[in-house]
């Protein structure tokens, strides 16, 4: 028997059609996102409530829909878009047919809410099936249309069974929506889920293309990008769009693909692209694309799928074809070089074996554990710079030159203009030297967290001898008591934190000759680089006590001229009433003479018969201390020493000779930036504090603990507080 054929009911015939148009949330929101750009917005949120299925609400500030076309808005068929079938060859905007908030409105809940530019307010009204359920009410609003679905296929129970998980069907929203924001890049668009504070995506009215694809894909993707452009008058046919290089790849092809402005997808101009990047790619590595084509309206036929999703244009191998050759052009000239970005080897990576497996074991155990952003250490302070080996030329103040063989032991190399000579160790004494210090290390014990093994009070006499910073080959052990106490308060005045921080610190650059920038782990740090280095030459002079190197003045130094000068400055606090300044000199003079066998054997400060300086210490390699420092410390040698008691001696004399030491603000000569590049001179102070001094804090410091206290060290950054700062802006 022949089966009866029935009129479909009104109700099932909308809710089949609202099923071919909207297939899921995604769908709906993509329809409702080419409203408000035809509707001419400049800003679109988005809204998502457990993957659009509780809720989806669009926000735009277009032009708005009239209070006498709410009544229609959601039936079938009804659109502003065109009016004959001949409109449909010439069409412009996204929408043509009037389906889709006349689908949405079968298997949703829909609430509209409108205002146009000049309406006196906004008018607010509730659909079901298509129809207007009461009057629109007025409401207070902003210009533009907010779409508000709730519930969507609640009586389609098996397209709602058929849906995925709430998250998959939200990430389909967020792909759709950064689909148009990086089309559209005169637009702002955001997509959250509600109740969140921070947007999944979020565009820029005033962003580029690029700068989208950043937002959106990462830096990864954007600083790998080529812009592409061409144009056909014969296919009439224009494109333009952006595609990676060779140097990028994704597991999967991502080709955003918009013609006349339609988010479309295209199988043959896709495999046509993929064909170019096989040459270029490795096997199973596909490339980013962002295409947009703009044909002639009256060759491109919009009507062929439901979804709009497909659109069919006339020449479409010609025009394919022209796209893979323009795009293999464009290859073809990016691919002469390649560029590999590596992440550095974090600190604390334990790369030997020996003694350090429990720390590589240790390390591995961590490796498991995930780095977040804001805990990544991305320096390594083991790095070294290639200008470590390019010492700037200095201007010779007095020239320096090594102690001669005849002197009271061998100097190693000083800091001098490339002019000095300087006599070197024969063979035999260099093995004879080493043969006597493997003979002292097995009566000795080694301090492992320093280079220059460094000695405790309680040990016994028969004592290392220990590397002086300046390197001297041959060693006499000191075992004077006030020395061996000096040591000891350095010894356990030391901050541990503070000697890990310098032990393993990256260094950032030199604010000034007083303050200097190092990052420890994710923390920056202000130090006060007069200060530590003042500490540092303290305790070289300590712990190398009788066993320094000589800097030899080219020219003697008349110890009265210097004192005179020292004198004749404010500094000194000179007035009438201390005496004459001539008579002031020579005493120093004298004193100094008196004094120069104790200097020259103990610090190898040398002072002649003739009351002139010929010699000062060798505290570190490469370094010559500011000689416009050197007069006021021959005055404060004569009158800021305690010269009755060894151990305070000692201390004053280590102490003032530090401060002539260390880097000081006052006595250096900063560069003007139009000059850094042309005066290396004026900057050889900052190839000093990196690659001497603080190389020196590395090895040989022990900082003391008051410098935690008075302003020396000054965290001013860590990365975690940096991170809660970006993430409330």
């Known amino acids: 028997m022949a089966g009866v054929i029935r009129r479909l009911d009104e109700t099932v015939v909308n809710r089949i059609a609202a099923g071919e148009v909207i297939q899921r949330p995604a769908n ?29 609400q669009i926000q735009d500030n277009g032009t708005g829909i009239r209070r006498e076309d709410m009544e229609i808005v959601c039936e079938r068929f009804t659109t502003s878009k065109l009016q004959t079938f001949e409109d449909l060859s010439a069409i412009s905007t996204y929408g043509f047919r009037g389906e889709a908030l006349a689908s949405v409105s079968h298997v949703a809940h829909v609430t509209i809410t409108t205002k146009t530019a000049d309406a006196k307010c906004a008018y607010r009204g509730s659909y079901s099936d298509g129809k207007l359920k009461a009057p629109p009410k007025p409401c207070a609003g902003n210009q533009g249309t907010q779409i508000l679905v709730e519930d969507l ?3 389609v129970s098996t397209r709602r069974k058929a849906l995925k998980s709430p998250s998959d069907e939200y990430s389909r929203i967020v792909e759709v929506v950064s689909r148009y924001a990086i089309h559209n890049s005169g637009k702002s668009f955001s997509v959250k889920k509600q109740g969140e504070t921070v947007a999944d995506v979020r565009t820029l009215p005033n962003a580029s293309v690029v700068d989208n694809i950043r937002g959106v894909f990462g830096n990864a993707v954007s600083r790998e990008l080529i812009e592409v452009g061409c ?5 009439a046919y224009k494109m333009k769009g952006y595609i990676s290089n060779a140097n990028y790849s994704v597991k999967k092809c991502m080709l955003i693909l918009f013609i006349n402005h339609r988010l479309v997808e295209s199988s043959a101009l896709k495999k046509a692209i993929e064909t170019v990047y096989a040459a270029y790619l490795p096997k199973n590595a596909h490339p980013f694309l962002y295409l947009s084509l703009e044909i002639a309206p009256q060759n491109v036929d919009v009507n062929v799928h439901p979804t709009k999703h497909e659109v069919h244009f006339l020449h479409e191998d010609g025009v394919i074809e022209s796209v893979q050759k323009h795009i293999e052009s464009k290859l073809l000239g990016s691919n ?9 080897l974090l600190p604390g990576l334990s790369v030997s074996g020996g003694s350090e497996v429990k720390s590589v074991g240790h390390t591995a155990a961590e490796s498991d554990q995930r780095v977040y952003a804001h805990q990544m250490v991305r320096t390594d302070c083991r790095a070294q710079k290639l200008d470590a080996f390019l010492q700037p030329k200095e201007k010779p103040p007095p020239d320096t030159e090594p102690a001669g063989p005849g002197s009271r032991e061998e ?18 004494d260099m093995l004879q030297a080493l043969d006597e210090q493997e003979e002292e290390d097995k009566q000795s014990t080694h301090d492992v967290q320093r280079k220059r093994p460094r000695k405790e009070p309680q040990q016994q006499d028969k004592e290392e001898e220990e590397q002086t910073a300046a390197a001297t080959s041959k060693r006499r052990v000191i075992k004077l008591t006030s020395i061996k106490d000096l040591r000891a308060e350095i010894t356990e005045n030391t901050h541990k934190g503070l000697q890990e921080m310098l032990q393993n ?3 950032v650059g030199c604010v000034n000759p007083q303050w200097t920038l190092i990052q420890h782990h994710t923390k920056l740090y202000l130090l006060n680089s007069s200060r530590l280095s003042q500490e540092l030459f303290y305790q070289i002079l300590i712990y190398d006590f009788g066993n320094f190197g000589v800097l030899r003045l080219s020219t003697p130094a008349p110890i009265y001229d210097l004192a005179m000068l020292a004198l004749e400055s404010d500094e000194s606090g000179w007035t009438e009433e201390d005496g004459p300044r001539e008579g002031l000199a020579q005493y120093i003079v004298d004193f100094l003479k008196k004094k120069a066998e104790m200097l020259e054997d103990y610090f190898s400060v040398e002072v002649d018969q003739e009351g002139n300086l010929i010699g000062l210490p060798l505290l570190l390699d490469k370094y010559t201390p500011v000689m416009e420092g050197l007069p006021m410390f021959i005055l404060r040698l004569a009158t800021e020493v305690n010269w009755d008691n060894e151990k305070q001696c000692f201390r004053d004399f280590c102490k003032e000779c530090s401060m002539f030491y260390s880097i000081r603000k006052e006595y250096i000569l900063e560069a003007e930036v139009a000059e850094e590049q042309q005066d290396s001179e004026l900057n050889s102070w900052r190839w000093k504090v990196e690659h001497i001094i603080f190389k020196a804090f590395r090895t040989l410091f022990s900082p003391p603990k008051h410098l935690s206290e008075d302003g020396s ?15 409330r802006c």
Do not use: W
Request: net charge negative; charged share 25%; proline share 4%.
């Open 231 to 235: 144009e056909d008058l014969k296919l």
């Open 411 to 428: 100097t190693a190399k000083a800091a001098r203009p490339p002019s000095s000579e300087m006599d070197e160790m024969d063979d035999a």
């Open 713 to 727: 060290v000054l965290q001013i950054a860590n990365l975690p507080d940096l991170y809660k700062v970006f993430e």
């Open 153 to 155: 296929f609640y009586n």
């Open 28 to 56: 709906a929101v993509k329809e409702m996102i080419e409203n408000c750009l035809d509707a001419k917005s400049t800003n679109i949120q988005v809204t998502v409530k457990d993957g659009g299925l509780k809720l989806l």
């Open 336 to 344: 002469s070089s390649r560029t590999f970005f590596t992440q550095t």
């Open 505 to 507: 610190h990256s260094f």
